[in-house]
């Protein structure tokens, strides 16, 4: 750009760039650049912008079936895919190298979450991992018998840890840990759920849907012999409140030999009825068409023909990707419910999980760093 002109024209043209990487390097530039880009308001900005016009990336986490050691794939999620598998190794900080059987807790606004034991067994360690840029935070967990989520706060762009009690009483206390921008630094809040129902809480990953963060639970009251009655529920990253979403009769009430999980495809909360049938184990895949309208919101999309908890995720076209099961590990596959093909993506191993997320800023003022 030509030296004399105004910082503010260089500034709407610096808006308009979206990779990550090229952002990264023009920080290079100059001090008034490195200002610009480093700043919440311009990564507020660029995040709303990479939501809308960026490809999305599908995060896979597996374990090896040669040295067992935790490995990681980005797979770009286009209209190629998987006719064409465009995916890489993903290039991991220090930090996330710390963590030892991972679980992907989600992911949101393009930061993953992981959670796992540090290799020496001794502490409890979350992760919050920027892939794209390769920054990352870890957070050492207290002890105890708790279920955890994550998600960015869509009004303020900063990452948020929710941990919950896995039973859930009347007066049951979450607590949530805020990495504000521009810092590592953070203390556990204390905040009453203020549920209207006793629940158990299921040890799956949440999902986190337009700023709403939701769990699979039970009502430890509402149950016989063979039922049991399932409820979902809900945390705002906003107003950090908590809440249930009703589900229709026929998943409320499932017997207890029915497994339900949930999932995400885009941002719609997905439903999945693991159970038995005349043809073997299936899924019932259901997905909510509105939020905040109670029974009526959700609709069956299909039924597969599938082990229990094989599923991992979708594809944003919403084709499910599983775990198909070999003789010594497992291979990811795309599964078209149509024909019943399987797309094997040749990625062996086991304990898969994934996330899908697109390129942002957030973590670019954080160090790599572990809190205490």
């Known amino acids: 750009m030509p030296a004399n002109m105004p910082f503010e024209i260089q500034e709407e043209i610096i808006k308009r760039v979206l990779p990550v990487k090229s952002l990264v390097r023009l920080r290079s530039v100059s001090k008034e650049w490195k200002s610009l880009i480093n700043s919440s308001k311009f990564i507020t900005h660029h995040r709303s912008r990479m939501n809308q016009a960026q490809p999305h990336h599908l995060l896979v986490s597996y374990k090896d079936k040669v040295d067992s050691e935790v490995k990681y794939v980005s797979i770009v999620d286009d209209d190629n895919f998987p006719q064409q598998k465009l995916f890489c190794?993903?290039?991991?900080?220090?930090?996330?190298?710390?963590?030892?059987?991972?679980?992907?807790?989600?992911?949101?606004?393009?930061?993953?979450?992981?959670?796992?034991?540090?290799?020496?067994?001794?502490?409890?360690?979350?992760?919050?991992?920027?892939?794209?840029?390769?920054?990352?935070?870890?957070?050492?967990?207290?002890?105890?018998?708790?279920?955890?989520?994550?998600?960015?706060?869509?009004?303020?762009?900063?990452?948020?840890?929710?941990?919950?009690?896995?039973?859930?009483?009347y007066d049951a206390i979450a607590e949530v840990l805020t990495l504000s921008?521009?810092?590592?630094?953070?203390?556990?809040?204390?905040?009453?759920?203020?549920?209207?129902?006793?629940?158990?809480?299921f040890p799956h990953t949440p999902v986190v849907i337009d700023g709403v963060m939701h769990w699979a639970a039970y009502d430890h009251f509402v149950q016989t012999d063979d039922v049991v009655h399932r409820r979902i529920i809900?945390?705002?990253?906003?107003?950090?409140?908590?809440?249930?979403?009703?589900?229709?009769?026929?998943?409320?009430?499932?017997?207890?030999?029915?497994?339900?999980?949930?999932?995400?495809?885009?941002?719609?909360?997905?439903?999945?009825d693991y159970h038995s049938s005349g043809d073997g184990a299936v899924c019932d895949v259901w997905m909510m068409l509105q939020n905040g309208v109670p029974k009526s919101s959700f609709t069956k999309l299909f039924t597969l023909k599938v082990r229990p908890n094989s599923i991992i995720g979708f594809r944003k076209n919403g084709l499910p990707i599983m775990c198909q099961p070999h003789r010594l590990d497992g291979e990811?596959?795309?599964?078209?419910?149509?024909?019943?093909?399987m797309n094997g993506l040749g990625i062996y191993g086991w304990v898969f999980n994934m996330a899908s997320y697109t390129e942002s800023l957030l973590l670019l003022n954080h160090s790599d760093s572990i809190m205490q």
């Open 89 to 169: 190794s993903a290039a991991v900080s220090p930090t996330v190298k710390l963590v030892n059987g991972v679980l992907i807790l989600g992911c949101s606004h393009g930061l993953v979450c992981l959670a796992g034991a540090t290799r020496d067994q001794v502490n409890r360690l979350i992760v919050v991992w920027n892939p794209s840029i390769r920054k990352s935070v870890g957070i050492v967990l207290p002890f105890g018998i708790h279920v955890f989520g994550f998600g960015v706060c869509p009004k303020t762009s900063d990452p948020k840890i929710v941990m919950i009690p896995r039973s859930v009483g």
């Open 181 to 201: 921008s521009g810092s590592g630094s953070g203390a556990w809040r204390s905040i009453p759920m203020n549920l209207p129902h006793k629940l158990y809480v």
């Open 234 to 272: 809900s945390f705002d990253l906003t107003s950090e409140e908590f809440g249930e979403v009703d589900l229709p009769d026929g998943l409320a009430r499932l017997a207890r030999s029915r497994s339900l999980n949930i999932s995400k495809l885009n941002q719609s909360l997905v439903v999945l």
């Open 332 to 341: 990811l596959q795309v599964y078209e419910p149509g024909s019943e093909h």
